[in-house]
């Protein structure tokens, strides 16, 4: 079955500091793939996705994402962390033949200190 | 536009009653899916429907059912509730980007089972 695992539940950075997460998924065919953001008390929120155009993708808030087909990667970074990007992230997967099902990560949640 | 909008946004009922959410999708979105999150779970898909059908269904117990009307707009239903139902009850409309089910959430309804 797919899979898509977020290394650490929780990711503390200083202010300014560069924020990495990650995220490895399971599959053979190189699939669709999404990072959503959710602010406390409300849904979640499209950041960016990769749709088999450029390996690197821009979204939001100065965020990207870089597909790497031979590490199974889609780890998301941004050069310089701010406290409003205090949230927890969401890496999900959508394969090819999944009838748009999408396969979620557990979730990072990123903490952003001072 | 206007986004997807949940109601309610809070509710508490006891166990074995049950509970409808509903969810209004972006105008000409056709598909809607629905999530449950909590902190020990994560987010767990439980169905998705496109135009009126569903298409896709999580591992949930029968207790959980949905409809999609119409006019896209979509009801879940949970009966004979557990204290274990207590969770963030998201809804997604979508429309295939690219090929990708790029998701719009909304804020989510909050369901507390005492």
């Known amino acids: 079955a797919q899979s898509v695992t977020q290394l650490g539940s929780h990711v503390s950075v200083s202010e300014g500091a560069l924020v990495l997460l990650r995220c490895n998924y399971s599959?053979?065919?190189?699939?669709?793939l999404f990072w959503y953001v959710q602010y406390p008390n409300q849904g979640l929120q499209l950041l960016l996705k990769y749709t088999s155009a450029a390996t690197l993708v821009k979204g939001i808030n100065g965020f990207e994402a870089e597909f790497k087909k031979s590490e199974t990667s889609f780890h998301l970074t941004k050069p310089s962390a701010h406290m409003s990007d205090a949230a927890e992230y969401f890496c999900?997967?959508?394969?090819?033949?999944?009838?748009?099902?999408?396969?979620w990560g557990a979730g990072t949640k990123l903490i952003i200190k001072p | 536009k206007a986004g997807v909008t949940q109601t309610p946004r809070y509710l508490i009922k006891t166990r074995g009653q049950q509970v409808t959410l509903s969810c209004s999708p972006i105008?000409?979105?056709?598909?809607v899916s629905w999530y449950q999150q909590t902190p020990g779970q994560g987010l767990q898909f439980l169905f998705e429907?496109?135009?009126?059908?569903?298409?896709n269904k999580g591992n949930f117990p029968g207790r959980f059912s949905g409809r999609q009307f119409s006019n896209s707009r979509s009801e879940m239903n949970v009966s004979t509730l557990e204290l274990g139902d207590s969770a963030l009850y998201l809804c997604?409309?979508?429309?295939?980007?690219?090929?990708?089910?790029?998701?719009?959430f909304g804020a989510g309804s909050r369901l507390t089972v005492l």
């Open positions: 999900a997967v959508s394969p090819m033949d999944s009838n748009y099902q999408l396969i």
């Open positions: 105008s000409g979105h056709r598909s």
């Open positions: 429907y496109f135009s009126e059908t569903q298409r």
């Open positions: 599959s053979s065919v190189p699939p669709y």
């Open positions: 997604a409309s979508s429309l295939p980007v690219d090929g990708a089910n790029v998701l719009t």
